[in-house]
């Protein structure tokens, strides 16, 4: 069964003449490679909760997302092993008026599709009052009872699924570096890591309401957000982090999703560059999957006339 016993991905030493100078050493967590389908953090996010739904013995999980979300992916994935019927609440209305076309452009909903889940194309005036009581009466109208996840996937069980990513044995790092998006898994990391740890956050979006977010989950003082790394926003790249990513790659074989986990390590390597952490510093960063994206942002690119990312 998907998340009968409690798994732990491998850390991986980063070596680069960077870190070197700067005399620190660097890992990093392998969350991208905890299950083909179901990867890093949205695993963590999606256990307890599809055991809770599994319990309350719901057949049916309901959450939202946009078009290329991972947590969408995901919850198809995970879903689909776990025996539940999945809805996935899609941003976008004009997407469901061509399916077959949207299908076969759109990546991670042609594979979401292919695990059973069942879409609903949502306008984005509606899906902006998603969270509201007629909203959500009208998705009961419509589909029946069903368990419900939010958009990305953070609640309670979320943070708690998140406690998992990190050992024993991570007790070792100093410093703990994690991407954020809504701040479910930092939640956990932060409540995993030991007194003495710093967790330290890489948004990837613009916005000041993160701190808010994770201090709903956590009660601990010993982390931060850096918040100098978004690249413009949500889903927005530039040259600049694409040739990092494909030089990441080249030297280290680690795939990077560009929308989280590229946008923190290009965070790290600057700030160890710039000598903010001191001598033998042990770092230890999270990658929290996301892989699959790449294949989405990579058309987005060649409309734009970029250079692709390589995987
Ligand atoms: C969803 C996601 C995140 C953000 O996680 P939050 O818990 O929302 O902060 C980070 N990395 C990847 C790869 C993700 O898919």
Redesign the pocket.
Known sequence: MLFSETVYSENQLITHPILETASVTLHIKREDQLHEHVS???FR?LKYNLIEAKASGYATILTFGGAFS??IAATAAAGKLMGFQTIGVIRGEELGVQLVKTLSENDTLHFANKQGMQFKFMDRTTYRSKDTKEVLQELVKEFGNFYLIPE???NDLAVKGCEEILTDQDGMYDVICC????????SGIINGATLDQEVIGFP?LKGDFLSGEIEKYTSRTSWKLITDYHFGGYGKINLELIEFINMFYKEQKISL?P???AKMLFGIFDLVEKGIFKKNTRILAVH???VQGIAGMNKKLMKKKLPLITI
Request: proline fraction near 4%; charged fraction near 10%.
């Open positions: 890093g953090n949205k996010k991972n947590h990305g996937g953070t991407p954020v998006g809504t701040g479910g898994t930092i990837a999703d929308i989280y986990t929290t999957g996301g």
